[in-house]
Every structure is written in C-alpha cells, then in structure tokens.
C-alpha cells in the first residue's frame, strides 16, 4: 500500500486510478508515485496481503534504467532503495489474482520480487519492450492494464475472503464454512499468506491509516484498530515492521533525499 508505505512519506506524490470496470475483480487501482531522490535512502514498505505489478525508471549515472517486476504478498516489512529513482508506477492487484495470472501458486511469490519475463517468458519481454517506449506515466500506465487484461480471461474468478471483516481465524473459518486447515490451504494457495498473517496485517494497515491523522494517541489507535492494548500494538509493530510505533511514524518526515 503506497500511502502507508514510509509512514506515508510520498503520499503526496502519489496519484491512484482506478481501473476499468471488467479489471475490477482482480485490479484494486493503478498508482504512480513521483520521486526527486538522490542518494541511498532506504524506504520502507509495509507488510501487504495484495500484490503488485510494477513498473520502476531510475537513474544510474548518465542512462536511465527501467525495470518491470511483480512483487508477492508481503509477510513482513521490506526496505526498498529509492536512490536515483525517478518513477515507480504499477497495479494493485486482489489478494487471489495472482494463481489465475500466472498459473502459479501465490506462495510461490510470497516476499520475493520476481522480473516480469521471468514470470510471463515471451509476453514478459514484449511488455518490457513496450514500457520502454512509453511517453508519459499514464501511457505507461495503459501499457500496464492492456497487458494485464490480456493475461486475463472472463471465466477467471478470483477467491474472495473476509479479511477484514475478522478479528480471529476461528471468526473467518465460520463465515467461509471451511474447517481451519483447509482455510489455511486455500488462503496459502490462492493468497500466499496463512490467515492469521493476513488478520494481523489487516489490523496493522487500520492502525497505520488512523495514524495518518496525527489527532489521536496511539492507545486510542490500538483500541479502535482491534488490538488488545497499547503494549499488544507496539509489539505488532515491531514485528511486522521493524520498530516501535514512535520509530515508525518519525519516517514520515524524513525528505526522500535523506539517508538513515
């Protein structure tokens, strides 16, 4: 989620779309995010249940490079370097695109960033081959859905589960009237992250949104994000992303030229 992503550092210069009306079962939105860094700054990006195609233009002394790659679920935080980068833009994909997409499980992709012609083999290339023709982020952006639409076929169906509607395995076992394991099984398959994983960053991500608004204590943010207390939250924090909830919320003033 770019606009949790460094405490919401580059929210600003951020732009989401969203996407045509037969991408919207298994395409959340389109983003781009415009950079002006320098340096080695390492930008930190939250855990997430949904993955993403993205598109990424950086500058290396005198050429730019771009890249193309599909990042998996996110279990725990990553650290992206953002020195010279220019563009990122991409595809929020569902949670369960990923195994009709590339005929894969999604745990396959789960904490791993993996090249587009890896991935797609020759339809990989071409896209890769388009991008680096593009004129502006949003042609880039068509690129993007164009190529998505095509590895998509309508009788494709993406797995729907209640992440957010629950606060424990046993609650989301009884909506789904699956037995735990097969839940389990089912959520590795088609989502990559086991269901307690995704419960725990759903209520991360609600934490992590209410803090945006800097009007509330953090004792306040864990009650209403569903965590036991104060204390049950910091932990989470430091599990998930690496730091306590003071730690995390100071990235966001940090200019992204600035090295940690």
Not at 82 to 88: K, P
Not at 151 to 163: C, I, L, M, Q, T
Not at 170 to 184: F, I, K, N, S, V
């Amino acid at each position: 989620m770019i606009l949790l992503d460094q405490a919401g550092a580059g929210a600003s210069r951020a732009t989401l779309f969203r996407p045509v009306r037969n991408q919207e079962s298994f395409i959340e939105h389109f983003w781009i995010q415009r950079t002006s860094s320098s340096g080695g700054l390492t930008w930190r990006i939250v855990p997430d249940a949904n993955p993403n195609l993205i598109f990424a233009m950086s500058r290396e002394n005198s050429r730019v490079e771009a890249r193309c790659f599909l990042v998996g679920p996110r279990s725990h935080f990553a650290d992206v370097t953002m020195g010279n980068r220019i563009l990122t833009c991409g595809a929020r994909l569902r949670p369960g695109a990923l195994p009709q997409l590339t005929k894969f499980p999604a745990s396959d992709f789960t904490d791993h960033t993996v090249f587009v012609e890896d991935v797609f083999g020759a339809h990989g290339r071409l896209l890769m081959n388009q991008l680096g023709e593009f004129t502006s982020p949003l042609s880039a952006i068509g690129v993007i859905s164009h190529f998505l639409s095509r590895k998509w076929s309508g009788e494709n169906r993406v797995a729907r589960f209640p992440f957010a509607e629950h606060t424990r395995v046993e609650e989301m076992a009884a909506h789904t009237r699956l037995p735990l394991r097969t839940l389990r099984s089912r959520l590795m398959q088609h989502v990559g992250l086991s269901p307690k994983r995704v419960i725990r960053i759903e209520r991360l991500h609600r934490a992590l949104a209410s803090s945006r608004g800097r009007s509330v204590t953090w004792a306040e943010i864990a009650a209403r994000s569903g965590f036991a207390d104060q204390a049950h939250m910091t932990r989470e924090f430091r599990c998930l992303l690496g730091e306590s909830p003071t730690e995390w919320s100071r990235r966001s003033s940090l200019p992204i030229c600035s090295r940690r």
